[in-house]
T-cell receptor, first 116, second 113 residues
Framework: AQTVTQSQPEMSVQEAETVTLSCTYD???????LFWYKQPPSRQMILVIR??????QNATENRFSVNFQKAAKSFSLKISDSQLGDAAMYFC?????????????FGKGTRLHILP | NAGVTQTPKFQVLKTGQSMTLQCAQDMNHEYMSWYRQDPGMGLRLIHY???????DQGEVPNGYNVSRSTTEDFPLRLLSAAPSQTSVYFC????????????FGPGTRLTVT
């Protein structure tokens, strides 16, 4: 079974600085998706960024980028120029492209604090 | 489009009571699912459905029932509520296959006393 591990329960970063959130996963599959979701205090789950395992190029969305290391099964999220609105829980997630059940497996989350 | 809607937003139950959490989507998505979110545990899959008439168990199905009679609706039933079911519940939906994005509802905070 696949697992997703986020080893940092909480992190803090100064406003305008850069922070990296860590995520590792375990799978025997070669074809899958990886995601980062943001959950602000409103509780709404928001997709931040998505990476397809067959793509070597790291995904980027504005100030958010990932460092995808397939062999190491690592998928970290870098937030540049941190803003107060980035304060939230961040979840790393995995979805197989092979299994027909289409389930998404989430890590336990990292709470990010932005210090003004 | 309203997206994914959930009712109620908040609910307090006594142990042993039953209730149904409602979930609806208007995007014609085949795939719908229910998650529960507990502190320090992330989101865990309860049940999911890949289409009307088809449901299956996720990681933590005990104490919950689901049915999918239409594409739009996917209610979650608690048959006899227990304090261990105190949690925030999220419904989600998306199109099957490929890289379609999953859409989440706003969540239901359930407290069982």
């Amino acid at each position: 079974a696949q697992t997703v591990t986020q080893s940092q329960p909480e992190m803090s970063v100064q406003e305008a600085e850069t922070v990296t959130l860590s995520c590792t996963y375990d799978t025997s599959e070669s074809d899958y998706y990886l995601f980062w979701y943001k959950q602000p205090p409103s509780r709404q789950m928001i997709l931040v960024i998505r990476q397809e395992a067959y793509k070597q190029q790291n995904a980027t969305e504005n100030r958010f980028s990932v460092n995808f290391q397939k062999a190491a099964k690592s998928f970290s999220l870098k937030i540049s120029d941190s803003q107060l609105g980035d304060a939230a829980m961040y979840f790393c997630a995995y979805r197989s492209r092979v299994n027909r059940d289409d389930k998404i497996i989430f890590g336990k989350g990292t709470r990010l604090h932005i210090l003004p | 489009n309203a997206g994914v809607t959930q009712t109620p937003k908040f609910q307090v139950l006594k142990t042993g009571q039953s209730m149904t959490l409602q979930c609806a989507q208007d995007m014609n998505h085949e795939y719908m699912s229910w998650y529960r979110q507990d502190p320090g545990m992330g989101l865990r899959l309860i049940h999911y459905s890949v289409g009307a008439g088809i449901t299956d168990q996720g990681e933590v199905p005990n104490g919950y029932n689901v049915s999918r009679s239409t594409t739009e609706d996917f209610p979650l039933r608690l048959l006899s509520a227990a304090p261990s079911q105190t949690s925030v519940y999220f419904c989600a939906s998306r199109r099957l296959g490929s890289s379609y994005e999953q859409y989440f509802g706003p969540g239901t905070r359930l407290t069982v006393t």
